[in-house]
Nanobody, 113 residues
């Protein structure tokens, strides 16, 4: 059974940083393409960042040069390092694995002064 458990969300001031973690079980993050999505109130869920098998990554334009997706194969965990956070980054962030289409439960990120 595949499980994705996110952590690391919270309240942060504009310009601050957070690191989200997605701990996976039932799959190997090193063998799968993984992603972070987010959904703000009243908006559609959007792809934020993706890490392919290997080293390739993808970022949506609004987070390029601020966010970094990575994985730790030994911990079977995918991370999203978020720097220079803006109020418009406020959303629930979800971890996703493309093979099988599994979602985590989400973690709330709020950027506010």
């Amino acid at each position: 059974q595949v499980q994705l458990v996110e952590s690391g969300g919270g309240l942060v001031q504009p310009g601050g940083s957070l690191r989200l973690a997605c701990a996976a079980s039932g799959i190997s993050v090193s063998l799968n393409s993984m992603a972070w999505y987010r959904q703000a109130p009243g908006k559609q869920r959007e792809l934020v960042a993706r890490i392919f098998t290997g080293v390739s990554t993808y970022y949506t334009d609004s987070v390029k040069d601020r966010f970094t997706i990575s994985r730790d194969n030994a911990k079977n965990t995918v991370y999203l390092q978020m720097n220079s956070l803006k109020p418009e980054d406020t959303a629930v962030y979800y971890c996703y694995v493309f093979y099988g289409g599994y979602w985590g439960q989400g973690t709330q990120v709020t950027v506010s002064s």
